[in-house]
């Protein structure tokens, strides 16, 4: 069985390296739409795997407990089809630049 591949405007495209060039800091290796995705979804988790051991620590540090909720929005976020990152993400787009600005970079800043 085949099943057609989606298509994705070029608009799609380009929010998600947008998307991926402010979040993560690094322009995205893929340009084609599925790798793309699917790379989103891998750096998320990545994300999601080096915040885990430092919350963790809150008990040492308890400003570390304000990465309890960017690690419950990164966990609802990881896992999805390629597909969701190029039509949904963009959705959450601002809430998640805003974690990233106000918890995640001074967080890794400090430590």
């Known amino acids: 069985m085949l099943e057609p591949q989606v298509e994705f405007t070029a608009s799609q495209v380009r929010a998600?390296?947008?998307?991926?060039?402010?979040f993560f800091d690094a322009p995205?290796?893929?340009?084609?739409?599925?790798?793309?995705?699917?790379?989103?979804?891998?750096?998320?988790?990545?994300?999601m795997h080096q915040l885990t051991p430092l919350a963790a620590q809150a008990s040492q540090?308890?400003?570390?407990?304000a990465l309890t909720p960017v690690l419950e929005k990164l966990?609802?976020?990881?896992?999805k089809p390629y597909t969701w990152?190029?039509?949904e993400l963009t959705r959450q787009e601002?809430?998640?630049l805003d974690m990233k600005e106000g918890v995640i970079d001074p967080v890794r800043k400090f430590i």
């Not at 084609?32 to 990545?46: D, F, S, V």
């Not at 966990?75 to 896992?79: F, N, V």
């Open 61 to 65: 540090y308890p400003f570390l407990n």
């Open 75 to 79: 966990k609802e976020l990881t896992g």
């Open 16 to 22: 998600l390296k947008e998307f991926f060039e402010d």
């Open 94 to 96: 601002d809430a998640l």
């Open 28 to 47: 995205p290796r893929a340009s084609e739409a599925k790798a793309l995705g699917k790379e989103t979804g891998t750096a998320l988790q990545e994300l």
């Open 85 to 87: 990152y190029l039509t």
